[in-house]
């Protein structure tokens, strides 16, 4: 029976430990794990991590050659909910920001998947590009809309945080809440996993954020559009 997963490796994360302590963490973790359902006799994959300053530059050994990109790096805070971070590509070689979130401890896998996925890679390909550029603190011009209703305006974003939302024109009865470029990246992973019936974006080929992006959850129900686009983005000090 084909594996689905490969053995699962700790790693800490480098703002939280020294670099000598990450590293003999990553060894530790590396030696002591063990991987699953594989086919009896074979000789089962094996994921291998280096930490290079807040990237994690990943290598998966005992594929058949040019499949390694049939291959999602996940992490996981406590081995319960897991996050696809990036494919991998032919050559089995995979480099991924460190997730945020601040935890001490991040554990990491490798999935098979049964059939290429072209939109979920894009799509983390385009976060993954985000979280590597590191912007906590900018501001963008905003548009967005859900069925009928729309907000257009200026949105401030400090430490990850919006602190303030200025409309330009919107019919919104009571301000809307505004969210963060990773929270968009949060919504659209929502309808990518839930397989809406139409998704349609475009990323920043440069930080990677979401320029335009309209979901169709269900045709069969009217109303239910969503929307958004950013037409300005400036990163801030």
């Given at each position: ?31 002591s794990?063990s ?15 280096a930490i ?27 081995l ?33 998947i ?27 011009e ?9 907000w ?86």
């Amino acid at each position: 029976m084909k594996s689905n997963f490969l053995a699962i490796i700790s790693v800490a994360p480098v703002h939280f430990l020294s670099a000598l302590f990450a590293a003999c963490a990553l060894l530790f973790a590396c030696g002591s794990g063990s991987a699953v359902a594989q086919n009896e006799g074979s000789v089962p994959p094996q994921l291998h991590v280096a930490i290079q300053g807040s990237t994690l530059s990943c290598h998966l050994t005992g594929l058949a050659a040019g499949t390694g990109d049939q291959w999602v790096l996940q992490s996981s805070a406590d081995l319960k909910s897991w996050e696809d971070l990036v494919f991998f590509g032919k050559e089995a070689e995979a480099a991924a920001a460190i997730p945020p979130g601040g935890h001490l401890r991040q554990f990491l896998r490798a999935r098979q998947i049964a059939a290429d996925d072209p939109l979920l890679r894009e799509f983390l390909s385009a976060r993954n590009r985000w979280r590597s550029a590191g912007i906590t603190s900018y501001t963008m011009e905003v548009s967005w809309g859900s069925s009928w209703l729309f907000w257009h305006g200026t949105v401030t974003v400090r430490d990850n945080q919006v602190i303030s939302a200025t409309p330009i024109e919107t019919n919104f009865p009571d301000p809307p809440e505004q969210k963060t470029v990773d929270g968009r990246f949060a919504e659209l992973k929502t309808y990518i996993d839930q397989k809406a019936d139409s998704i349609e974006v475009t990323f920043d080929p440069v930080f990677g954020y979401t320029k335009s992006a309209f979901v169709d959850i269900d045709f069969r129900i009217a109303d239910e559009e969503r929307s958004w686009s950013i037409l300005s983005f400036l990163p801030l000090r």
